[in-house]
């Protein structure tokens, strides 16, 4: 009985308690209380997950009108939404102290926060669907709290205008779901099954719908040109978009499950996230500020993580978004101003080809073994996400190292297959977790289209920075990711009056011009 209560209560916390920290600083500008609860609630959410992993589901009801579930899916969600929002409220208390406005921006932050806590927990269609729009809207006001700044208000623009036809649409295929199934109880892949099934011929708009809402917070195809123009607002909220809100997308497909799952969207969500994908990918590479390169990866990274839930993997699509989000705060909190010269580290990259290689053979050989038939159906895209992340940090961590030879860098080889074994093995773990609770894989794509998306991102990489095309290519990449006028020169398109053109770009070098 005593667990069940901290259970309950701990799901509560999670949920109630970044709202009382935004609600702290406001009441007390540069106030340490709302990092306080903010934290409180992030332990909350970790104690509701491990009670989970240990009891099994659980939910929650408070005055017939709000109902939260936890089970494992958006337990580990839970866990990243509130630990992000407590990090960007510890930083931003340091960082914006001498803001005038910092007591505003704490009270938003809060308000995101816990919007997004009800698109995790919701137990029902209607509360999912409050918290999405409520969400959008908290940041909207967070992303333009500061509307003096170059660049904010034509960003703040924008992405008014994809909320507008995202949300828009969310609510739409909400009002059909109701008229048809009623409220839609979440948290059951049968429930959600069955709705499917009621909705009858209106299955299929109300999937599209789906699919355009998550693509619209996703940055996704046209819905692409809101997000590198957030690099304008103040670091704190970058992160908190980056590292939270943007994942929105996936946590929705993944939470209504076969509501949102009919084969033709889901053929038409992974062409235009792949699509986008590949074209952030490659115009990530020729960014010459920092917070340009990390917002056009973050667009690459969702797009990817959208493919994912299209071909019904999607536990592998919230271990995405968990490590996603983790990375790019600390990127983000952590980002200069210089970004090293194209080439400058490739001879190193080769010799760290070797290293990745194992680290990915090892990961992929371990997480086999934790999960027996890992390698069939959908869990051959956790398996190989495990694996393609493994090489990367075994790569990364390699090229890193002092030049030398000898005991010492086999000591090091040793270490990195150790941990990309390590790795492997915790990443199967928790997609075996998170499989207990994700929706059923049906009408999806097959699996095996992840496969030639990650083929066709490789060709595109290679053409354009190799071979008889690559001038024409990385010149069109350039001209692709230049200033327009009104945004600071932070977003691609029309180059802004008087500037250089995008060719003949200046890269910064560790400070110095290339």
Known sequence: MVVLWVSRVGLLAAVVLPLAGGVTGRLRRGSSGCARLSWAAAVSALTVTALVAIRGPDTVSVGGVLRLVADPVSAVVLVL???????????????????????????????????????????????????????????????????????????????????????????????????????????????????????????????????????????Q???????????????????LLHAGVVNGGGILLVRLGALGAWAPAMAGLLVVSGATAVRASLLARRQADVKGKLAYSTMAQMGFMLAECAVGAYAAAVIHLVGHGCYKASLFFSSGSAVRRPGQLGARAVVALRPGAWGAAASLAVAAAVVPGLMLGDGAVLALYAAVTAAALAGAVWSSLPEGTGSGRARWSALLLAAAAGYGAVVAAIGRFLARGAATPVGTVDAWWLGAL?????????????????????????????????????????????????????????????
């Open 454 to 514: 990650a083929v066709a991102a490789v060709a595109a990489a290679r053409m354009a920075h190799r071979g008889r095309w690559a001038a024409a290519i990385g010149g069109r990449l350039l001209d692709a990711g230049a200033p327009v006028q009104g945004c600071d020169g932070l977003f691609r398109g029309r180059p802004l009056a008087g500037a250089p053109a995008a060719t003949t770009a200046t890269l910064v070098v560790e400070g110095r011009a290339a």
């Open 81 to 219: 939404v509130t630990g992000v929002g407590a990090v960007v409220q510890s930083f931003s208390t340091r960082y914006l102290q001498s803001d005038p406005s910092s007591e505003r921006f704490a009270w938003r932050v809060g308000a995101v926060v816990t919007a997004m806590t009800l698109v995790a927990a919701s137990g029902d269609l209607a509360g999912l669907v409050v918290g999405w729009t409520a969400a959008g809207l908290a940041f909207l006001g967070v992303l333009s709290y500061r509307k003096d700044l170059p660049g904010v208000v034509s960003c703040a623009r924008a992405l008014r205008r994809a909320l507008v036809v995202g949300d828009g649409c969310l609510l739409l295929a909400a009002g059909l779901v109701w008229a048809r199934a009623g409220n839609v109880r979440l948290g059951s892949p049968h429930a959600l099954g069955v709705a499917a099934t009621e909705l009858g011929a209106w299955h299929g708009p109300v999937a599209v719908l789906v699919t355009v809402a998550a693509l619209a917070r996703g940055a």
């Open 221 to 239: 195809g046209a819905f692409s040109r809101w997000l590198p123009q957030t690099v304008s607002a103040p670091t704190p909220s970058c992160a």
